[in-house]
């Protein structure tokens, strides 16, 4: 399939990154890894805590190390900004059957902090759920079916339900290629999972051609759930662009506003992407180049709203715009 080339694509005037940018890269971590991206942000017991993906290999002849050496760090701040690594990892999962954990995604639900993770199985990509309340510990509540990803729980019951958003892999029906989109499925305890339905598919993205999925937990506006995603373009004409061999995908940020009472609705979108790879730790130097991977949302009673990000598959960043701004660009589709 040939699929229509996207062309240059530029963040939206709205949104600022931070100077202090990345805010969190692998020298920042005293075990070791090659990578430190893809984090769930979460205010939580008075702080704001993260916890990110570390991966491992040799930025200078650039190997990777085999995947199950990924395990996910921890991280405290009380300014959301200059963090605080814990000496040791927080989690890892590796053993007959799971490879490894990564993408985690924190929302705090009732007082607790819930995290969904990625799963890579010998027998098939999951999305999981647990709860922590000191992130030693983590309950698992429920693991899908494969091939299954980027889930995203909203922080409230909606209709007395759990409500996620999840990218899962539909490759036959979708001609054998990547095509995945966005869909969402209520719970009434977070084991079992139904009523599912699509939310966003990528022929909607002007600026996706490959794939879209959620991104950081939604956030509570009196317009509507905020809620980023990511969207993939692919361009075959792309090489080497990074560490790997080849890499000819770019990711970039979208936002847009789901119905409150009913988040299966769309309200408004952006047609523009929020956040488009042009920083240099965005586009050069990282184990994948032009990746940007909203994972963390926070909205600040200033109205400003923290939007956290893998950048490159290799660091962690921080971008933030106004809360006006942002349902603004959703409800103009501008
Ligand atoms: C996705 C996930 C992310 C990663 C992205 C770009 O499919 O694996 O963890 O950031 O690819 O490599």
């Known amino acids: 399939m040939n699929e229509q080339r996207i062309g240059t694509l530029v963040s939206s005037p709205i949104i600022r990154r931070h100077p202090a940018n990345p805010l969190l890269e692998p020298k920042n971590v005293p075990y070791g890894p090659a990578m430190v991206f893809n984090a769930g942000v979460a205010k939580y017991e008075g702080k704001y805590v993260m916890v990110f993906r570390n991966d491992y290999g040799n930025a200078e002849n650039e190997t990777i190390e085999p995947h199950a050496t990924t395990n996910l760090g921890l991280a405290y701040?009380?300014?959301?900004?200059?963090?605080?690594?814990?000496?040791?990892?927080?989690?890892?999962?590796?053993?007959?059957?799971?490879?490894?954990?990564?993408?985690?995604?924190?929302?705090?639900?009732?007082?607790?902090?819930?995290?969904?993770?990625?799963?890579?199985?010998?027998?098939?990509?999951?999305?999981?759920?647990?709860?922590?309340?000191?992130?030693?510990?983590?309950?698992?509540?429920?693991?899908?079916?494969?091939?299954?990803?980027?889930?995203?729980?909203?922080?409230?019951?909606?209709?007395?339900?759990?409500?996620?958003?999840?990218?899962?892999?539909?490759?036959?029906?979708?001609?054998?290629?990547?095509?995945?989109?966005?869909?969402?499925?209520?719970?009434?305890?977070?084991?079992?999972?139904?009523?599912?339905?699509?939310?966003?598919?990528?022929?909607?993205?002007?600026?996706?051609?490959?794939?879209?999925?959620?991104?950081?937990?939604?956030?509570?506006?009196?317009?509507?759930?905020?809620?980023?995603f990511h969207a993939v373009d692919l361009d075959r004409s792309r090489g080497k662009n990074g560490w790997e061999p080849s890499w000819k995908k770019r990711y970039t940020a979208g936002i847009m506003l789901l119905d409150l009472e009913d988040p299966s609705k769309i309200v408004g979108m952006s047609r523009k992407p929020l956040l488009a790879p042009e920083a240099a730790y965005e586009t050069s130097g990282g184990f994948r180049n032009d990746v940007i991977f909203p994972g963390g949302m926070i909205l600040e009673p200033s109205g400003e709203v923290k939007i956290y990000y893998g950048a490159a598959d290799t660091v962690e960043c921080l971008a933030s715009a106004d809360v006006n701004d942002l349902v603004r660009i959703c409800l103009e589709g501008e």
């Open 77 to 228: 701040s009380d300014d959301g900004i200059r963090w605080d690594v814990q000496p040791a990892p927080c989690w890892s999962w590796n053993d007959e059957e799971v490879v490894r954990v990564y993408d985690p995604r924190l929302t705090v639900i009732d007082g607790k902090c819930h995290m969904c993770f990625a799963v890579d199985t010998k027998h098939g990509l999951r999305g999981g759920i647990a709860i922590t309340e000191d992130f030693k510990t983590f309950d698992i509540q429920s693991l899908s079916l494969p091939d299954n990803r980027n889930m995203v729980l909203f922080p409230e019951r909606i209709g007395g339900k759990y409500v996620r958003l999840e990218r899962p892999f539909p490759v036959y029906s979708r001609g054998g290629i990547d095509r995945f989109d966005m869909w969402m499925s209520d719970s009434p305890d977070l084991r079992y999972w139904g009523n599912s339905s699509l939310l966003l598919s990528v022929e909607q993205v002007p600026f996706a051609n490959d794939k879209v999925g959620p991104g950081a937990p939604p956030v509570k506006t009196s317009h509507g759930w905020l809620t980023t």
